[in-house]
């Protein structure tokens, strides 16, 4: 079973790029690596999925090294309103179905 | 907006009540996971349902419990609720990709 760490808490300044890492030492072959933006009291808003090497979309990139046992998100010139809780999710296939992982959040604050 | 709706919004129950949390997934997914996300904490996965079928389980004891409907819609049954159940039920919804999270429904267990 996969089991994903990420930094706490990170802060930046607005205008800055933010890059935040997810370890997932025991990723499966088959799972996918997505991340998610959450709000206090709201669902986690989906930003950006990825299996291997870089995918990049109108808001964020994700970068996952050949090995596959990390992935970095990078949000490009933050802005107040990315003031948030940012979750890794690995995707983890095991002997009793599908399962997943969500990674422990990076509380991300933007300062002015 | 993702389309995935939940109800109730918020709820409160007593201890050893029984308790139904419905989901109704976005147009044209099939599948439908279930979370449980406690305060402070990172969503836990309790299971996912794909065309009627149980996809897949976390690690939560059988009194946790779901259901999908040919509408691909679905619930989350707790029986003999306990206190730390208090928490933020999220579902989620998807085709064979990325899942969209609903609002979540607010429980708590007093």
């Known amino acids: 079973l996969a089991k994903t760490t990420q930094p706490i808490s990170m802060d930046s300044y607005e205008g800055q790029e933010v890059n935040i890492t997810c370890s997932h030492n025991?990723?499966?072959?088959?799972?996918?690596i997505t991340w998610y933006q959450q709000f206090p009291s709201q669902g986690p808003r989906f930003i950006i999925q990825?299996?291997?090497t870089k995918v990049t979309n109108e808001v964020a990139s994700l970068f996952i090294p050949a090995d596959r046992k990390s992935s970095t998100l990078s949000l490009p010139r933050v802005s107040l309103s990315d003031t948030a809780v940012y979750y890794c999710?690995?995707?983890?296939?095991?002997?009793?179905?599908?399962?997943?992982?969500f990674g422990p959040g990076t509380r991300l604050s933007v300062l002015p | 907006e993702t389309g995935v709706t939940q109800s109730p919004t918020h709820l409160i129950k007593t201890r050893g009540q029984q308790v139904t949390l419905r989901c109704s997934s976005q147009?044209?997914?099939?599948?439908v996971s279930w979370y449980q996300q406690a305060l402070g904490q990172g969503p836990q996965f309790i299971f996912q349902?794909?065309?009627?079928?149980?996809?897949g389980r976390g690690n939560f004891p059988p009194r946790f419990s779901g259901l999908q409907f040919p509408n691909y819609s679905s619930e989350l049954n707790v029986n003999a609720l306990e206190l730390d159940d208090s928490a933020l039920y999220l579902c989620?919804?998807?085709?064979?990709?990325?899942?969209?999270f609903g609002p979540g429904t607010r429980l708590t267990v007093t």
């Open positions: 989620a919804s998807s085709w064979g990709g990325e899942q969209y």
């Open positions: 025991n990723i499966a072959t088959n799972d996918y």
């Open positions: 990825g299996y291997k």
């Open positions: 999710l690995v995707g983890d296939q095991d002997n009793y179905g599908q399962n997943f992982v």
């Open positions: 147009s044209g997914h099939n599948t």
């Open positions: 349902y794909y065309r009627e079928e149980e996809n």
